[in-house]
């Protein structure tokens, strides 16, 4: 009788002892895969962080420090090991290429690695990291966008500003430096460059219905929307996005113009079509006609 006691406490022993193996198994295999990552890639000078996941801070930033109670604007990248953009919310997910930000108080951002990563930066300071799942996802992943276990690569970019007007004029100056043309900003906060003025005589006023030929893209150069001269766009020229309306007038019918609009003056905090949130915009346009 003793012999079979001692037996199912050996058996037990082995059971418990292989239960609190397998609590650190994820652990330990993502740390692995961590760091075959980074070798497999030539990835150098990232950091281990106690909470398990590795870093680079790419730049520090010159602004403020970042504490938890901050209501922070940033941007961030996601990626799988694979090199895949991950698309949490589909064609409107924000990103650091698509000029899209987000905001929040520091504290209350999610998950868990991805506070922790950003309150490392002082304001305009960026980060890249690499983050096992349970500092991520998790086990359960994000819809069917991010599969369960899903260890992330990511970085985080804190623009050194303090509100929306500012970030987004930061976003479009530094993007309006990689386009060969020169730009005016209007007392609205958009950024035009006349490519033709045109030379219609007809005075163009937010009642005005206009015909236009155009095409609307994000700062990743993905095309949002399209309208081809042979099937124009006709609108009353106030039923149009903030945008439009004060530059259209710039030009006159025959006209074209190229804008670069704060996502304050376009779909601003909501998502619209293939447009993410707060998302900056640009847009080429040609003015067929004018009515009023």
Request: some cysteine.
């Amino acid at each position: 009788m003793m012999k079979k006691i001692l037996g199912l406490l050996f058996i037990a022993s082995v059971i418990f002892v292989s239960c609190k193996k397998d609590v650190r198994t994820l652990q330990q295999i993502q740390d692995e895969q961590m760091q075959a990552f980074m070798k497999q890639n030539n990835l150098s000078g990232f950091q281990k962080d106690t909470s398990g996941y590795y870093y680079k801070v790419i730049n520090t930033g010159t602004g403020n420090a970042l504490t938890y109670p901050d209501y922070v604007f940033y941007l961030q990248t996601l990626k799988d090991l694979n090199g895949n953009t991950l698309k949490l919310q589909g064609d409107q997910t924000p990103t650091i290429e698509n000029g899209a930000y987000l905001a929040n108080y520091l504290g209350y951002v999610s998950p868990k690695g991805f506070r922790e990563n950003i309150i490392k930066l002082h304001k305009g300071g960026s980060i890249r990291a690499i983050i096992p799942s349970y500092l991520a996802y998790g086990k359960d992943g994000f819809g069917s966008q991010v599969s369960g276990n899903t260890i992330l690569d990511a970085i985080f970019s804190v623009p050194n500003v303090s509100n929306s007007i500012s970030l987004a004029d930061s976003l479009i100056t530094k993007y309006k430096a990689t386009i060969p043309l020169t730009f005016t900003r209007d007392s609205s906060g958009v950024y035009y460059s006349i490519l033709t003025p045109g030379t219609g005589t007809d005075l163009i006023t937010t009642s005005s219905t206009i015909k236009v030929a155009y095409t609307g893209k994000l700062f990743d150069g993905k095309i949002f929307d399209s309208a081809k001269s042979t099937s124009p766009l006709e609108s009353p020229l106030y039923g149009l996005i903030s945008g439009w309306q004060s530059t259209i007038p710039k030009i006159k019918t025959g006209g074209k113009i190229r804008i670069l609009i704060p996502s304050y003056l376009g779909y601003g905090s909501s998502a619209q079509g293939a447009i993410p949130a707060n998302a900056p915009l640009d847009f080429e346009i040609e003015l067929i006609s004018t009515k009023n």
